[in-house]
Each structure stands twice: as C-alpha cells, then as structure tokens.
C-alpha cells in the first residue's frame, strides 16, 4: 500500500513494526518523531490496530497513519480508522497532532485526504466524535466536509454520507 499525499503532508500506512514502535515510544529514528510525537492518542491507536491484527487480522488499508510533514519528514500527527468498513460501508475515524503544530491546517489537510481515500474505496460513511470543549477537533470535521449529527453529555457526533462512492474524489497523490 502506498502513502497518502497532499501538497504539505505524507500520509505513512504504518506496519505492525511500526504500530509496535509507536506503542512502546521507541522510534526506529528518533529525528523522524517531532517533540511530543507520539500522542497518548497515537499510542492508544497503535494498540487497537495491533490488537485488531491479533483478534481478526491485519486491517490495511484501513489502519493507522503517520502524519509526516513534507519539509522535514516529521512525524507530526496520527491519522486513521478505528477499523473496516462495517455491513453498510460505515467507518470511524480518529486523528491528533503534536501541540507545537496546531493551528496550520493540518489536520484538516489529512482528514481531507484519508476522506477522499475512503469515498475511493467504497465507504458510505465516516464518523468521528469530539469532546464538547475541543473546539479546533469540531471546526477540523466541518471544514472537511463532516456534519454535527448529534451530541450527548460528554461528545458531540460528526459524519460525512456518499451515495455515489463511484464519483471522481480527487483522490491525494
């Protein structure tokens, strides 16, 4: 499976080693992870994906991804589904950046592109939740093109729906 690319970010598929390393904190590189990389979030991810691959094996192309700058090749950030699409084509998503980032379009930038690649793929739906006080996660969704469908006492509910999955999606490179 190739990367995902857009104009300023690489989008890196990660491998069970590399979910391994994420998990542990131990890069293969220590100059590849940016200051704070990886997140609780990205540790939590690493090991849901690991424990996917032991339970019902490896799910890639719908695993986890490395957010990594282009200028510098930093891992900056996580990207990724909570898992395959279920019966009706349904997925969840998660993602995170190192705080020092925040605040440049990242992470709607990669949440635009693991969109597209799922629309390509035949997905129907993406979902993804926020707390009610993470402002910045809730304006990364809408500016994605994701909608407020619902919220309760400690989340509030976004989607995105597509019919026709066939469209031409603009796909990253």
């Given amino acids: 499976m190739d990367d995902l690319g857009t104009a300023r970010l690489v989008l890196h598929l990660l491998s069970v080693d590399e979910s391994r390393r994420?998990?542990?904190?131990?890069?293969?590189?220590?100059?590849?992870?940016?200051?704070?990389?990886?997140?609780?979030?990205?540790?939590?991810?690493?090991?849901?994906?690991?424990?996917?691959?032991?339970?019902?094996?490896?799910p890639r192309p719908f695993g986890n991804y490395e957010i990594r700058r282009?200028?510098?090749?930093?891992?900056?950030?996580?990207?990724?589904?909570?898992?395959?699409?279920?019966?009706?084509?349904?997925?969840?998503?998660?993602?995170?950046?190192v705080p020092s980032v925040h605040g440049n379009g990242y992470a709607s930038e990669a949440l635009r592109a693991l969109l597209a690649f799922a629309?390509?793929?035949?997905?129907?739906?993406?979902?993804?939740d926020?707390?009610?006080d993470n402002t910045a996660s809730q304006h990364v969704?809408?500016?994605?093109?994701?909608?407020?469908?619902?919220?309760?006492?400690?989340?509030?509910?976004?989607?995105?729906?597509?019919?026709d999955t066939t469209a031409n999606t603009g796909l990253p490179h």
């Fill in 22 to 58: 994420v998990a542990a904190g131990e890069p293969d590189d220590a100059a590849r992870w940016a200051p704070g990389y990886p997140s609780q979030g990205e540790v939590f991810a690493a090991r849901r994906f690991l424990e996917t691959c032991t339970n019902t094996g490896d």
């Fill in 70 to 97: 282009r200028e510098d090749g930093q891992a900056i950030g996580g990207v990724g589904f909570h898992g395959t699409p279920d019966e009706n084509g349904s997925v969840t998503i998660g993602y995170g950046l």
């Fill in 130 to 132: 926020t707390d009610h």
């Fill in 141 to 163: 969704m809408i500016a994605a093109g994701m909608r407020l469908t619902a919220e309760d006492d400690q989340l509030k509910y976004y989607r995105i729906d597509w019919t």
């Fill in 119 to 128: 629309r390509a793929r035949g997905v129907t739906r993406v979902e993804g």
